[in-house]
C-alpha cells in the first residue's frame, strides 16, 4: 500500500508522484486539512448533506492522514492513472477511488480558493483581483533595498496571454467530432486562454471551449480589460485583437513576397523572448498528466474544474517561492 510514511523518505519520489517537493507538499498540508474538515462537517464522502454524526477517519481507512488523503489527489493528477491502477496502489476498489477522486478534487480546488491561488474565471473577477493587487507584486524600497530617486519612471506592467490545448477521446458524435477537432493539433482537444503577469502567476483562466474555436474568439467573447498604460504580449493566435488603454506587441509577420528588415528581425525576437514565458508556464501546468494527456472523464464540469486546479498548483508554487524569497531579504 502506498503511503506517506514511506514516500516522505525519498523526496525524489514524492516530486516525481506529486509534482511537488517535500517543502511545497509540507505548505500545503495545513491549507489542504482545513478544507477538508470544512468540507466533511457538511458533507458526508458519497456528497450527501450530513444530519448528525461528524466525520472521524475510521482506523482502518486507506487514507488515514491528511497526508493521505493529499498524496492521492496529488500522484492522481500528476499521473493520471485508471482508476483500477489508482485502487491497486492505494489497496481500495475502483468504485471508492471515484469517489475519493471527487471528493478530495473538490476539497483541494477549494484550499486554493481561500487562499485566492486560483485564477479568476470572469472579466469582472480579473478587474477586480488586478485592483487590489498592486501594492503586493512588486517588493518596497525597504524590502529590495533600492536606492532609487522618487522620480525614477516605473516601467509599465506586462502581461502574456495565449491558447492552451488539452486531448480528449474522438467523440462519437459526428457533431461533436467536428466541434472539438484542433486543425493545429490534428486532434480533438478542449480549449482555453490564459493571462499571465511578469512573474509567471496566472490571472486569469477562461472557460473551457471546443477546440475548433480560435484563440481569438475565446478573448473577445470573455471581455476581459487590463490595467491602463499597461502592455499585452500575444502571438499570431490574436491577430486583431486589441484592448483599449493597452499597448499590443506581437511579432510582425513577413510580408507576402518580401522580408523583415534587421530592426523588425531584432523587435520580433524581443517580443518572443518576453512572450516564452507563457510557454513555459503552459509547460510547468502540463507537469499533471491529467492536463497533458488525454483525459478521461466526459463530465464538462469536472473538466473545466482540473484545468483550474492546476492552474492553483501552479500560482501556489510561484507564491511559495516568492514568500521564501521575500524572507531570505529581509533576513538579509
Not at 13 to 22: E, Q
Not at 70 to 84: D, H, M, S
Not at 172 to 177: A, E, G, H, Q
Not at 219 to 242: C, H, I, K, M, R
Request: hydrophobic share 30%; net charge positive; with cysteine.
Amino acid at each position: 500500500m502506498c503511503k506517506y510514511r514511506s514516500i516522505i523518505e525519498n523526496p525524489e519520489k514524492l516530486r516525481s508522484m506529486t509534482g511537488l517537493t517535500a517543502d511545497e507538499f509540507h505548505a500545503l498540508v495545513p491549507i489542504f486539512h482545513t478544507a477538508f474538515e470544512a468540507y466533511m462537517k457538511r458533507r458526508t464522502i458519497d456528497g450527501r448533506v450530513r444530519y448528525c454524526r461528524r466525520y472521524v477517519s475510521y482506523t482502518n481507512s486507506p487514507l488515514p492522514t491528511t497526508e493521505d488523503k493529499l498524496l492521492f489527489i496529488l500522484t492522481y493528477l500528476k499521473q493520471n492513472p485508471t482508476q483500477v491502477m489508482h485502487g491497486h496502489i492505494f489497496h481500495m476498489s475502483q468504485s471508492n477511488v471515484s469517489k475519493w477522486v471527487h471528493l478530495l478534487h473538490g476539497a483541494l480546488n477549494y484550499a486554493l480558493s481561500q487562499q485566492n491561488l486560483l485564477p479568476a474565471r470572469t472579466a469582472d473577477d480579473l478587474a477586480r483581483r488586478l485592483q487590489e493587487e498592486p501594492s503586493c507584486e512588486e517588493p518596497s524600497c525597504e524590502e529590495s533595498s533600492c536606492e532609487e530617486p522618487s522620480h525614477a519612471t516605473k516601467a509599465p506592467p506586462f502581461f502574456i496571454h495565449d491558447g492552451v490545448e488539452r486531448p480528449i477521446r474522438r467523440p462519437s458524435d459526428k457533431v461533436d467530432r467536428e466541434l472539438y477537432y484542433s486543425g493545429k493539433k490534428k486532434r480533438h482537444t478542449l480549449k482555453n486562454v490564459l493571462i499571465i503577469d511578469e512573474f509567471g502567476s496566472i490571472h486569469f483562466l477562461s472557460d473551457t471551449y471546443e477546440g475548433r474555436v480560435h484563440d481569438k474568439c475565446i478573448a473577445d467573447e470573455a471581455g476581459y480589460t487590463l490595467p491602463n498604460a499597461s502592455v499585452l504580449y500575444q502571438d499570431a493566435g490574436f491577430q486583431g485583437f486589441t484592448l483599449p488603454g493597452v499597448q499590443i506587441m506581437q511579432p510582425k509577420k513577413k510580408p507576402r513576397n518580401g522580408t523583415l528588415t534587421p530592426q523588425e528581425k531584432e523587435e520580433n525576437r524581443r517580443i518572443s523572448s518576453v512572450r516564452v514565458r507563457i510557454e513555459h508556464v503552459i509547460g510547468d501546468i502540463k507537469r499533471y498528466r491529467i492536463i497533458h494527456d488525454i483525459i478521461r472523464f466526459s463530465c464538462s464540469e469536472f473538466r473545466d474544474m482540473v484545468m483550474e486546479t492546476c492552474c492553483g498548483l501552479h500560482n501556489f508554487r510561484i507564491w511559495l517561492k516568492r514568500k521564501k524569497q521575500s524572507e531570505n531579504q529581509n533576513k538579509s
